[in-house]
């Protein structure tokens, strides 16, 4: 089962399971303000290892749009498929919200579909 390291804080999670979600079990209050739907990118976090090499097109798209590919991913779009370590970028402890936002479902929405960045690129 991979490992994960979220601003200092770790545990052990299926490989299924969606990293939004993990990162808040382990107490982490990273936003979500979209439900988790690569709408937002308030879930966005950066990694220092581990990092996959596949995205879904939600993934690729929304940072594109917003100026952020390469420098971050979305943790609502990835599941813990290996050991990572990694930073959440915007948390309740950071921002001035009241919630970090409706409560992610158990699987990557929309529907994921994996790919690599080349893929992407030529789609």
């Not at 969606?18 to 808040?24: F, H, Q, T």
């Not at 813990?80 to 409560?103: E, F, I, K, R």
Request: negative net charge; proline residues 4%.
């Amino acid at each position: 089962m991979p490992t994960l390291s979220v601003n200092g804080k770790h545990g052990t999670f299926q490989e299924d399971k969606r990293l939004v979600l993990a990162i808040k079990e382990l107490g982490v209050t990273i936003g979500h303000r979209c439900g988790g739907n690569a709408r937002c990118t308030t879930c966005r976090v950066e990694f220092s290892s581990g990092e996959p090499d596949t995205m879904t097109k939600a993934e690729y798209d929304k940072l594109e749009e917003k100026g952020l590919l390469g420098q971050a991913r979305l943790s609502c779009q990835l599941t813990c498929s290996q050991d990572m370590a990694l930073n959440a970028v915007m948390t309740l402890d950071n921002q001035t919200w009241t919630d970090t936002g409706p409560q992610p479902a158990e699987t990557v929405m929309p529907e994921a579909m994996w790919l690599t960045k080349a893929e992407l690129e030529n789609a």
